[in-house]
C-alpha cells in the first residue's frame, strides 16, 4: 500500500484548505482510512478516521474538519476550516488494511502552517 498525501500549504488563521490522500497499491474500500498530525516538540495526534462512510474527529478539531473518501478515486480528504495557529503541524494519511486498529502504512506527510 502506498499514501501518497498533498494539499498543505501556509495559510490564515481562520482559512481553509483541503489535504487529500491518494491511495495505491491495495484495495481502498475496505481499508480504514486516517489523519495524524505531529507539530514540532510534540507527539503525534490522531485527527480524524474513516470507514466506509462512518467517519470521526478529535475532541480538537470537531466541528471544523471533515474526513470524506471517494472510492472512485482511491482518495481520502481532510476538509479544514476555521484554521487556528495550534493546528499547524505536519499531517500525515494512514490506512488500517485489516481493521485491527494498527495503522501499519503511512504517507509522506504535508505540512500545514497557520499563522496568527
Known amino acids: 500500500v502506498q499514501l501518497q498525501a498533498s494539499g498543505g500549504g501556509l495559510v490564515q488563521a481562520g482559512g481553509s484548505l483541503r489535504l487529500s490522500c491518494l491511495v495505491s497499491g491495495r484495495t481502498f474500500s475496505g481499508n480504514v482510512m486516517a489523519w495524524f498530525r505531529q507539530a514540532p516538540g510534540k507527539e503525534r495526534e490522531f485527527v480524524a478516521s474513516?470507514?466506509?462512510?462512518?467517519?470521526k474527529t478529535s475532541d480538537s478539531v470537531k466541528g471544523r474538519f471533515t474526513i470524506s473518501r471517494d472510492s472512485a478515486k482511491r482518495t481520502v480528504y481532510l476538509q479544514m476550516d476555521s484554521l487556528k495557529p495550534e493546528d499547524t503541524a505536519v499531517y500525515y494519511c494512514?490506512?488500517?488494511?485489516?481493521?485491527?486498529?494498527?495503522?501499519?502504512?503511512w504517507g509522506q506527510g504535508t505540512q500545514v502552517t497557520v499563522s496568527s
Open positions: 494512514a490506512a488500517d488494511v485489516a481493521r485491527s486498529g494498527q495503522f501499519m502504512y
Open positions: 474513516i470507514y466506509g462512510s462512518a467517519g
